[in-house]
């Protein structure tokens, strides 16, 4: 099915990441001109640039607007404009720690690592949205942020804002400044990542996660672009605006498997 992505200009953040890299390769798939951006995953990033022939890359820490803004910059000047922002760009904070614990210090650096992150990137997007008066924004989010997730209070609140009063004030706020506009959010469980590989690679912790899923596997990051890419297709969804797509296999907040199946 055409997306009628081909020639359209993305930028995807935090693209040295599974889901990002993914979501980079899935654009050029469709004919896009894919603009990387990475933090700190600098040779992963340019190893994904060189496979798709040269894509152009920029490093920038999202939490500080000024490097935000250097980014939008730069990418404006590469690809002569924007009409897609895929913002994957967050950060998962592996250890498990229950609220009553939890330092102050760690919940502010992960809701600016997710939800600061993605404010500014959405905000600079808008600003871009509003000089040409198109665009399609897809917001990352997580099953954390729908069903929450124990020991990561700061991560489900961050992402919950994303999916939910961010995106839903978004989508809204748009079209007053592009009547076409839309903004939507896909929201990924368990995938194989560079963020979640380490944990993932614990057998009795796999089998934990996929008890909640219908469909028992931890997802690909294959799985997320494929759904980002139709998103951001005025094509496939021209018509579809705030709203999130889930890839988790069919979770729940319920358990759905016994541990002896």
Same mark, same amino acid.
């Given at each position: 099915?055409?997306? $009628? ?16 890299? +993914?979501?980079?390769?899935? &654009? ?5 001109? /894919? ?9 992963? /990033? #340019? ?10 890359? &920029? ?35 592996? #250890?498990?720690?229950?609220?009553? #614990? ?10 600016? $690592? ?14 871009? /949205?509003?000089?040409?008066?198109? =665009? ?7 099953? +954390? =942020? ?7 209070? !700061? ?19 748009? %079209?007053?400044?592009?009547?076409? $506009?839309? %903004?939507?959010?896909?929201?990924? =469980?368990?995938?194989?990542? @560079? ?7 614990? @057998? ?14 931890? $997802?690909? @990051?294959? !799985?997320?672009?494929? #759904? /980002? ?29 016994? !541990?002896?199946?």
């Amino acid at each position: 099915m055409e997306t $009628g992505l081909g020639g359209k200009r993305v930028l995807v953040t935090g693209a040295s990441g599974g889901i990002g890299s +993914a979501c980079a390769r899935a &654009f050029a798939a469709e004919g896009a001109r /894919v603009f990387l951006h990475y933090n700190t995953g600098r040779e992963r /990033v #340019q190893s994904v640039a060189e496979e798709l022939g040269g894509a152009p890359c &920029f490093g920038a820490d999202l939490t500080r607007e000024d490097e935000v803004d250097a980014l939008f910059e730069r990418v404006v000047e590469e690809l002569g404009g924007l009409d897609v922002c895929a913002a994957v760009a967050g950060s998962w904070p592996e #250890q498990d720690v229950p609220a009553w #614990q939890l330092s102050l210090d760690r919940w502010e650096e992960t809701l600016r $690592g997710n939800l600061t992150v993605t404010f500014l990137t959405a905000r600079a997007f808008l600003r871009e /949205v509003e000089r040409n008066g198109h =665009g399609s924004l897809v917001l990352v989010g997580s099953t +954390a =942020g729908l069903f929450g997730e124990a020991g990561h209070a !700061d991560y489900a609140a961050a992402k919950s804002a994303v999916v939910h009063g961010l995106l839903l004030s978004l989508k809204n706020e748009i %079209v007053r400044i592009a009547p076409l $506009g839309r %903004v939507n959010a896909v929201a990924p =469980g368990w995938t194989e990542s @560079p963020m979640t590989r380490t944990t993932l690679t614990d @057998p009795d912790l796999a089998r934990r996660v996929t008890r909640t899923m219908p469909l028992r596997k931890v $997802g690909k @990051p294959e !799985d997320v672009a494929r #759904q /980002v890419v139709i998103l951001a297709s005025d094509e496939l969804s021209g018509h579809v605006t705030g709203q999130v797509v889930t890839v988790a296999g069919g979770m729940e907040g319920r358990i759905l498997h016994a !541990d002896a199946e």
